[in-house]
């Protein structure tokens, strides 16, 4: 082994069986993923470089990466980016990744503003900002404000912004829920809240429960402090016709969609590409 040439290939294959052997669900997308990003090159460019051999400082940065990843750190953070709705989004430690089942808020808070010029979209806890942005590169003339608790992941939201073009439609204020648009009413309202309950938190993955911010994820003892408030304060920010939709666990459907019927139009509810329930959305009455 001390003499081996660690090519790109067998760098890719070491790495895989590493991966796979401490449990990570998906080692070989993951060995690709970490050594584009330390070659400085895309996925497919290490195909075509199977055979080179990597520098020495390129396996040194490769080795640090990997050794953190078998600490728990999600990749996300390692490479500092995640893909969501076909659009690159900047990640750090600050923000919670960006998730594919989140998709499915986005497509259904699309399909309430498809036909509507110019909409106004409040989008709750905005993170890195991937449900605004998306929603604003995919509608050309709505109006978003991104809010968060967190100054930090408001500036990575603001960066992506910048990155994908459409700062200029994206308003960002920094605040609890609706605290910075008092007084203001919106078409939409958006948000993936925090939502997982404190005993679940025991059983989450490692990379979640250890790496993302707390603050991203906590919920409250049941999961749904922050469906009570939005469900309490959204009636008086949304016009007439306006809708709230939020992503929920998959065990809450029942609850979070009782709390916004006591308030607006009975809600319906959207499941995510596995089948479960995600989204709930009402409508103000």
């Known amino acids: 082994m001390a003499n081996e040439t660690w090519t790109v290939r067998r760098l890719l294959e070491w790495t895989e069986d590493f991966l796979r052997k401490r449990g990570v669900e998906s080692p070989r997308l993951e060995a690709q993923i970490l050594l584009a990003h330390a070659l400085g090159c895309s996925k497919i460019d290490l195909y075509v470089r199977h055979e080179e051999e990597a520098p020495e400082s390129k396996r040194t940065a490769f080795r640090e990466m990997i050794r953190k990843r078998a600490d728990g750190m999600p990749v996300a953070y390692l490479v500092g980016y995640r893909e969501f709705y076909s659009l690159q989004f900047a990640v750090t430690p ?4 960006p998730r ?3 998709e499915t808020l986005v497509m259904e808070a699309l399909r309430r503003i498809q036909s509507m010029v110019a909409p106004r979209v409040l989008d709750i806890g905005t993170g890195s900002g991937c449900v605004a942005i998306s929603l ?37 204020a920094e605040g ?25 938190f025991p059983a989450l993955d490692a990379g979640v429960r250890d790496f993302e911010p707390r603050s991203a994820l906590d919920g409250g003892p049941d999961g749904l402090d922050y469906y009570r408030r939005i469900a309490a304060e959204v009636p008086a920010h949304l016009n007439p016709g306006g809708c709230v939709v939020v992503e929920i666990g998959p065990t ?7 709390l ?26």
Not at 182 to 195: A, E, I, K, M, R
Not at 252 to 258: G, I, K, L, S
């Open 260 to 285: 916004f019927a006591a308030r607006l139009e009975p809600s319906q509810t959207y499941k995510d590409a596995a089948g479960r329930p995600r989204v709930v959305s009402a409508r103000r009455r």
């Open 94 to 97: 600050d923000v919670l990744i």
């Open 176 to 200: 609890d829920l609706f605290a910075p648009v008092s007084g203001q009413t919106f078409d939409l309202v958006v948000s993936n809240p925090p939502y997982i309950a404190h005993d679940e």
């Open 100 to 102: 594919p089942e989140t």
């Open 136 to 172: 604003a590169k995919q509608h050309k003339t709505a109006q978003l404000t991104a809010v968060d608790l967190s100054s930090a992941a408001i500036a990575v939201a603001a960066a992506n912004a910048d990155r994908h073009g459409v700062r200029s439609r994206v308003t960002f």
């Open 252 to 258: 809450q459907e029942t609850a979070v969609r009782d």
